[in-house]
């Protein structure tokens, strides 16, 4: 029990020391405030015809299953068309050049043939440096195409699938950092899954041929010159695709092996809607099987700890693997980690836990080869009880609840013989 409590002290600290600079959630935006507010009285910094046809919060939130900030507060309504209009700008901290990722939710009600932005990333404080510009248009058929530039208003690439008008769509926009000068990339993607990780292929790919790098720290909806009419809700941006669209963002998965049993141990830096992990496990060439479950914390911000022991189990090697679910019943599997657990080097017969006991216990041992097994309950006048153990069974190490029931206070002894092996050890049961 002691290298148990050792090893979860140790994987602990492993916690603390490799999630230090986790990715972690920049800024999210809910628009949680009363319909009829403007958003330069939440935060957001107004500009470019500030005070103009302004934009305002409306009542309802929009929605997407799985999303980690759907269906939460408000939404904003972005109306471009002729005349002087507001754009907004909201920051965030990120002190370096990096990967930035930026996911939202938004409902297009109407949208003339030409094409506008609505969206982007920006430098701060708020200046003429905008990237990753978000469009849309009309295509002619009674629906509509998302589009994205990087940084000029001519070079679109569109997304070429037909979008329905008055759906709700999720979009992520990705600022991809590369070494050099003048070649970054904007990648578009539109209703990505969100049960897995970032899609090889985006809907749109825009390089950044016409101007420097920049350091992504705030993003702004834009009203633009030309007609449209969309609803926009749930921001949420940070350095990690996990992060940006995703809900749970595990940060460490690991294993440690300690008398016969593998301790896992696994961290998450925040949590949304997160009803818990299954925790699974192979053999060889076995399917995956449950083990158990360990409850999540639903919605948090901050860093939290969690542990499963898989206790006393055969020698060889092992894989595991933690299922997040959802309330919603969304889910998505944490990568695979590989265990070996050696054969003990020696016979052992542990004493039982707890001791006393009532109305059970547990008796682990440990066998160094094959054998065939058995372990018996006996009375202080050498009656046998029970016979908990009598199979053969490989090199490893075991462990079984004897529960008393029927049985009076008093003391108890319980046998293991293995082959040429035999030990006995002394329980007490107190009604």
């Known amino acids: 029990m002691k290298k148990i409590m050792y090893s979860l002290f140790l994987l602990s600290c492993l916690f603390l020391l490799s999630s230090a600079s986790f990715p972690q959630l920049n800024f999210e935006e809910n628009f949680d405030y009363p319909a009829g507010d403007t958003l330069n009285t939440h935060g957001w910094v107004a500009h470019s015809a500030a005070g103009s046809n302004v934009s305002l919060i409306v009542s309802g939130s929009l929605s997407y299953p799985g999303y980690a900030s759907s269906n939460i507060g408000n939404s904003v309504d972005l109306i471009g068309g002729s005349g002087s209009r507001e754009d907004v700008t909201a920051t965030f901290n990120i002190d370096s050049v990096s990967n930035v990722y930026c996911s939202f939710l938004v409902k297009v009600a109407s949208v003339g043939p030409t094409p506008d932005y609505f969206f982007h990333f920006r430098e701060d404080p708020v200046a003429a440096i905008l990237r990753g510009r978000v469009f849309i248009r009309d295509n002619g058929t009674g629906g509509f195409n998302f589009g994205m530039s990087k940084g000029s208003t001519s070079l679109i690439d569109w997304d070429t699938t037909a979008r329905t008008l008055t759906e709700t769509y999720l979009v992520v926009l990705k600022y991809e950092y590369v070494v050099g000068t003048g070649n970054d990339l904007i990648h578009l993607f539109i209703n990505p899954s969100l049960t897995a990780g970032e899609p090889a292929t985006p809907n749109a790919t825009v390089p950044d041929t016409s101007g420097s790098d920049i350091i992504v720290n705030a993003v702004s909806l834009r009203q633009g010159s030309n007609a449209y009419n969309a609803q926009l809700d749930g921001i949420r941006v940070s350095t990690s695709w996990s992060f940006a669209p995703l809900p749970v963002e595990l940060v460490n998965f690991n294993a440690q092996v300690s008398e016969g049993s593998v301790l896992l141990g696994w961290s998450t830096a925040s949590e949304t809607n997160n009803k818990g992990f299954e925790i699974e496990r192979k053999f060889g060439n ?10 999540g914390v639903g919605n948090s911000t901050e860093q939290q700890l969690y542990s499963f022991l898989d206790s006393k189990i055969q020698s060889g090697t092992y894989a595991y693997r933690l299922k997040q ?3 919603n019943g969304t889910f998505k599997y944490s990568h695979e980690i590989q265990i070996d657990v050696k054969a003990p080097l020696t016979f052992s017969l542990n004493q039982n836990y707890p001791n006393p006991f009532n ?13 065939h097994q058995t372990l018996r309950v006996y009375d202080v006048l050498g009656n046998e009880v029970v016979t908990l153990i009598d199979d053969f069974k490989p090199a490893g190490n075991y462990e079984i ?7 009076s206070s008093s003391v108890y002894f319980y046998q293991l013989q293995a082959g040429n092996f035999v030990q006995i050890k002394k329980m007490v049961l107190i009604r």
């Open 401 to 407: 609840e004897f529960t008393s029931e029927g049985l």
């Open 286 to 295: 076995t399917d995956y099987s449950t083990l158990g479950f360990v409850n």
């Open 325 to 327: 679910i959802d309330y």
């Open 359 to 371: 109305p059970s216990t547990k008796i682990s041992w440990q066998l160094p080869v094959d054998a």
